[in-house]
Nanobody, 127 residues
C-alpha cells in the first residue's frame, strides 16, 4: 500500500518554528517530485513549496520565501519542510504530495499533477 504520512504540525507562536515531515511507505520518494500544500480555513488549497526528484530544484510561494525550506532525506525516505519566523497567515492544514517523475528536473505547483497525498497535519500560528 502506497502511503504518505505527515507529522510535526502543532501550535506555535508568531515568530516560532516548526519542522514538518512527510514519510513514505510502499514506495521510494527518490523517484518522485514532492510538493507541500496547505489549506487555510475557508480558502482553497495552495502550493507552498516543491522539490524536484533529482537535482534539488525548489519552488516557494512568495509569501514563504526566506522563511521555509524544503529538503529531502532519501536515506529515511522522508521530505521535510522547515518553517521559521512563522506568521498567523501560515495557519492551515499542511499536506505533502508526490508524483512520479521520469525527468528529475521539474517541480509541480498544481495539485492536479500529484498522484499521492498524505492525510494532512494541522498547523496553528497564534499568540
Amino acid at each position: 500500500q502506497l502511503q504518505l504520512v505527515e507529522s510535526g504540525g502543532g501550535l506555535v507562536q508568531p515568530g516560532g518554528s516548526l519542522r514538518l515531515s512527510c514519510a513514505a511507505s510502499g514506495f521510494t520518494l527518490d523517484s518522485y517530485a514532492i510538493g507541500w500544500f496547505r489549506q487555510a480555513p475557508g480558502k482553497e488549497r495552495e502550493d507552498v513549496s516543491c522539490i524536484s526528484k533529482s537535482d534539488g530544484t525548489t519552488y516557494y510561494v512568495e509569501s514563504v520565501k526566506g522563511r521555509f525550506t524544503i529538503s529531502r532525506d532519501n536515506a529515511k525516505n522522508t521530505v521535510h519542510l522547515q518553517m521559521n519566523n512563522m506568521k498567523t497567515e501560515d495557519t492551515g492544514v499542511y499536506y505533502c504530495a508526490a508524483t512520479f517523475d521520469l525527468g528529475g528536473h521539474f517541480y509541480y505547483t498544481q495539485a492536479k499533477d500529484y498522484e499521492y497525498w498524505g492525510q494532512g497535519t494541522p498547523v496553528t500560528v497564534s499568540s
